[in-house]
């Protein structure tokens, strides 16, 4: 059993907030009761608390204090739910790439938190899912190239695995539908992988050919972006938004060079105005 005994009320509310969000058992004990251990419940595993309560259990081995974070309250119930499970408590992120990534996060084989987000937050989402992990890993699927390049280069400083994705994609049955990159990417937290730190990725024609549509779809003008832009775009060195606009501002620089170069200087027009020395 998990207890809560905390002064702190932050602390205790989201604690407290959270296991009933989970369906977990536990009970609350206000710390100043605890004498020794000897208040505790009998079947207690795991005391959710912080070092400024000063618990002390009288050198009760059989149970484990776990401090929390009333602001980041989620790492220390995952923490205190792997010591209560008893098994292995590495988180492990699964991530099924694309333009809105599946992602689960996964303690000692549970998973603990799904989400699906733009492309451009997902490495903020991992990295807040990894930030009080001791020895966390990510492991991404194969499929979408160029967003998972994206996504693993940018995170050089945590532990990935690539893995191959083939088959992780279930069938939906009625009432799933919008489910599928998110119950892929739990899949693919389960497979082992080949450990990788990045990965260098040439585009292909094809791949290169659905940016520009993407940015004449998102062009309110109907412009398409040129190849090098696109390029740019795949391995991850500007959005398709940003290439937009840099290639208006490319288009209106270049259409004002034209218009310059077009307009004759005022010598050109006195002298095709003046008469001739012959007349």
Known sequence: MIVVATADFELYHEAVTALR??????????????DAGDELPERTTVVLTTRVDRLDLGGRHDIELVYGDAERIRPAIEEALSILRGGDDRLVIGVDPGTRPGIVVTVGGTVTAA???PLAAAVDRIREEVEDAADPLVRI?????????????DLPDVAVELVDETGTTP???????GMGDVLAATNIARLEGERIDSI??????????????????RSAGGRTISEPLARRVAHGE??????????????ESTSEEHESSDVPSSEEHESSDAPSSDE
Do not use: M
Not at 21 to 34: C, H, L, M
Not at 148 to 153: K, R
Not at 171 to 177: K, M
Not at 200 to 217: A, H, V
């Open 21 to 34: 969000e989970r369906g977990v058992a536990f009970t609350t004990i206000d710390p100043e009761t605890i």
């Open 115 to 117: 989400f699906q987000v």
């Open 141 to 153: 699927g194969d499929g979408a190239r160029l967003q998972g390049a994206q996504i693993v280069n």
């Open 171 to 177: 069938y939906l049955g009625a009432g799933a539908r």
């Open 200 to 217: 260098e990725i040439d585009p292909t024609e094809g791949e290169l050919q659905r940016i520009k549509n993407e940015s004449r779809r």
């Open 238 to 251: 500007l959005t398709v938004d940003e290439a937009l606009s840099e290639h208006e501002t490319d288009s």
